[in-house]
């Protein structure tokens, strides 16, 4: 009866010991999955992700590099932003309207017409001469128009669109007029 009292009290205290080695290895498992969410946010705070999708101009720094907060590290292109500027005589940019269709021709690309609307018109004169006190000399002021290129055709062709490309934009003064067949908007297939 003692030995097996003490085969008893052997297994019990083994019993024991194994519930706290699994208390111990539970406790290790909880530290360390804390662990890996602690490392996990950690990380999630080094990803950089760009407010808009677009393509890296230029890449300011390297990976391993310590930038200081705000720097800048790359330079995207927004390619559901791209415009062509052009400049305008006041009696022309004073007919436009905000919205109204225009057609940009590539210099790389001239067999194709691309659509775009007029998104912005300068309040003020870009080119002005030294005195502007008659009606001629105010026909050399120069206005800033934008034709902003159509958001369903940039979508389209993101992967082709090119920026700071040189070209021809148009703008109708009258949109009832239609447009010359050479302005018919023709887009690569």
Same mark, same amino acid.
């Given at each position: ?24 290895? !539970? ?14 946010? +950690? ?21 391993? !590099? &310590?930038?200081? =907060?705000?720097?800048? &590290?790359?330079? +995207?292109?927004?390619?559901?932003? &791209?415009?062509?500027? +052009? ?17 940009? +021709? $590539? ?28 009606? !001629? ?14 958001? =369903? ?29 050479? $302005? ?6």
């Amino acid at each position: 009866m003692d030995q097996r009292r003490n085969k008893f009290e052997a297994a019990d205290a083994a019993l024991v010991a194994t519930n706290r080695q699994r208390d111990q290895a !539970e406790a290790a498992i909880r530290a360390a999955e804390a662990d890996v969410e602690r490392l996990q946010s +950690i990380l999630v705070d080094l990803v950089l992700v760009s407010p808009r999708s677009g393509r890296v101009q230029y890449r300011l720094a390297r990976a391993g !590099e &310590v930038v200081s =907060a705000g720097q800048r &590290v790359l330079t +995207i292109l927004d390619l559901k932003d &791209v415009y062509m500027t +052009i400049y305008l005589s006041a009696d022309v940019a004073g007919q436009l309207t905000l919205g109204d269709e225009a057609r940009i +021709i $590539l210099d790389p690309l001239p067999q194709y017409v691309f659509p775009a609307i007029i998104s912005f018109v300068a309040t003020d004169a870009q080119f002005t001469p030294k005195s502007v006190e008659t009606a !001629e000399e105010r026909q050399k002021l120069m206005f800033r128009v934008k034709l902003q290129g159509d958001p =369903a055709v940039l979508d389209k062709y993101h992967r082709a669109v090119k920026t700071g490309v040189r070209g021809l934009g148009f703008v109708r003064t009258d949109p009832k007029v239609a447009w010359p067949a050479e $302005l018919v908007v023709k887009l690569p297939e």
